[in-house]
């Protein structure tokens, strides 16, 4: 899984971009279907912002938090890329135990699914 690591108006060390790089293939272990992830270090002035956009499968999101460092924006901003994925991992699984196929949408088949004991037509 490649992790992109772009830097505007700001240099990270080695160290430093290591850490980072090791801390976005954690991304991996909350959703399998990662293909790739893009972090960007912009800073302006006393505003450090860092933005992870994570693309997997269907599936994308973009976590942007703001902060006094670059390492501290980061680590907000992949807490924020976790509880997302987190949250659509779940929306997923609750989609398919309901008999909907998340990847193409709203169920249009016609036939009944079944959500919580009751059956509902479609």
């Known amino acids: 899984m490649p992790v992109k690591i772009t830097c505007r108006n700001v240099e990270l060390s080695q160290e ?3 850490k980072v790089e090791e801390k976005a293939h954690k991304l991996k272990r909350y959703f399998d279907k ?3 992830i893009e972090i960007i270090f912009n800073a302006e002035k006393h505003r450090h912002v860092c933005e992870i956009n994570v693309h997997a499968g269907h599936f994308n999101t973009t976590a942007t938090c703001e902060n006094g460092s670059d390492i501290a924006a980061f680590e907000k901003a992949l ?5 997302q ?4 991992k779940d929306r997923m699984i609750t989609l398919k135990q309901a008999g909907v196929n998340p990847d193409k949408g709203n169920n249009r088949s016609g036939r009944e699914v079944r959500s919580g004991g009751s059956v509902q037509a479609v």
């Open 34 to 36: 990662v293909d790739k």
């Open 85 to 88: 994925i987190k949250e659509s």
């Open 16 to 18: 430093m971009h290591d």
């Open 79 to 83: 807490k924020t890329a976790i509880r």
